[in-house]
């Protein structure tokens, strides 16, 4: 028994036979079984466009403004789940204020050692007093972001050099008591010059001269130790700016400790901060233009955002103070605002480099555009044929 529907087959045929009884003027040629031809359509492929077919397309791709290009899609820079590549540190605003508070301690001894020297006592007061506070507030935000005091304490169990958490450590625990020793000697002046009161009266004053200058001693590691630990890190904008990051800190602390003198001293015993002041400036304008020029990609987060305003205003800030401390160096307002400047502008630089990094963090981009670069650079130099 034969089955009484059609055939794909001759479905498909009669579709075609009955498209070209419709369309005309679209012929071609094809052998039937019987060897007749019969017409077919043709399709958009086999037929050759005619002339004025193609001047309309042209003039229709004119109106559009021009041939259509054809253009690669931009690269996206993301990670699988859609988080970042790196991990973006955890250290929250405390950190960045322990930056801050590391280097005025350290500029503020060095001040003080300068005034000790020079016998200048407003100097070597204010230098004493603002460096044990300064670092006792760094040991309070290390201690925050640490979680529980006792781990502080378990980091003095080892010294390790190549770690710059560890050699900090001990920075810190060398430079607070010898701090706390030279500010708890300018009490001496308050004390009875008789009875038990009077032998430490008397035994104060060389107590703390020494520790003055122990504390001056260490201030340089102290001050520019954050920023090699910055750097040792694996985010990217710290890391690639290991060379200037320590510069940056170090003159953010002889400004920072400048602007203490500023404040506390009369003109006519400024002197030596109104010196540090400068040094202090050229050393942290000279990193900050650095960072933000010479890393390429990873310069970009200290020159944008919330980083990029930070910087700019610490910029604008020093220049400021420093201007103000040299031109109006026999007026005490114009010394106090100079003073403050510089003491602001040293919290704009260390939240605004602080804040850069974690910006880099957590864009991908910043992660895989130097690393690309990297690999090229060194196909090139193995196979300088390829370029």
């Known amino acids: 028994m034969t089955n009484p529907t059609p055939r794909v087959g001759d479905r498909f045929r009669r579709f075609r036979d009955r498209l070209a009884t419709t369309s005309p003027d679209l012929p071609t040629q094809r052998q039937a079984q019987d060897g007749t031809d019969v017409a077919v359509p043709a399709t958009a492929h086999d037929r050759t466009p005619q002339p004025e077919e193609n001047a309309a397309r042209r003039s229709r791709r004119g109106r559009?403004?021009?041939?259509?290009?054809l253009r690669v899609p931009e690269a996206e820079f993301t990670s699988y789940?859609?988080?970042p590549v790196l991990k973006a540190p955890v250290w929250k605003w405390d950190i960045a204020a322990y930056l801050f508070t590391g280097g005025l301690a350290a500029g503020s001894s060095l001040l003080a050692a300068g005034g000790q020297l020079t016998r200048r006592p407003a100097l070597r007061r204010a230098g004493r007093v603002t460096a044990l506070g300064a670092v006792s507030a760094s040991a309070v935000f290390l201690i925050r972001d640490l979680g529980r005091p006792e781990r502080f304490h378990h980091m003095?169990?080892?010294a390790k050099l190549t770690s710059p958490m560890s050699v900090g450590t001990w920075i810190l625990s060398a430079f607070g008591p010898a701090a706390g020793v030279a500010a708890i000697a300018e009490t001496a002046a308050w004390l009875p010059r008789t009875g038990p009161l009077?032998?430490?009266?008397?035994?104060?004053?060389?107590?703390?001269h020494a520790a003055g200058l122990v504390a001056a001693a260490t201030a340089p590691a102290l001050a520019t130790y954050t920023g090699v630990l910055l750097a040792d890190t694996a985010v990217p904008s710290w890391h690639e700016a290991y060379p200037e990051l320590p510069v940056i800190f170090a003159g953010s602390a002889l400004a920072s400790g400048a602007g203490v003198g500023l404040l506390a001293?009369?003109?006519?015993?400024?002197?030596p901060a109104r010196r540090m002041a400068v040094a202090g400036a050229a050393l942290e304008l000279y990193g900050a233009h650095r960072v933000e020029t010479r890393l390429g990609l990873l310069?970009?987060?200290y020159r944008t955002g919330r980083p990029g305003r930070l910087l700019r205003a610490g910029r604008l800030l020093t220049a400021a103070g420093v201007a103000g401390a040299l031109l109006g160096r026999r007026s005490r307002v114009a010394g106090v605002v100079s003073g403050a400047a510089l003491l602001s502008a040293s919290v704009a630089t260390r939240f605004g480099i602080f804040y850069g990094g974690v910006?880099?963090?957590r864009d991908p981009r910043y992660t895989v555009v130097p690393q690309r670069e990297r690999v090229n650079a060194r196909r090139t130099e193995a196979d300088p044929a390829t370029d």
Request: hydrophobic share 40%; net charge positive.
């Open 299 to 301: 310069s970009e987060p």
């Open 81 to 83: 789940y859609g988080r």
């Open 265 to 271: 001293a009369p003109p006519a015993q400024a002197g």
């Open 64 to 69: 559009r403004g021009g041939a259509e290009e």
């Open 198 to 208: 009077g032998l430490v009266a008397r035994a104060l004053p060389p107590a703390g």
């Open 156 to 158: 003095l169990r080892v």
């Open 359 to 361: 910006a880099s963090a």
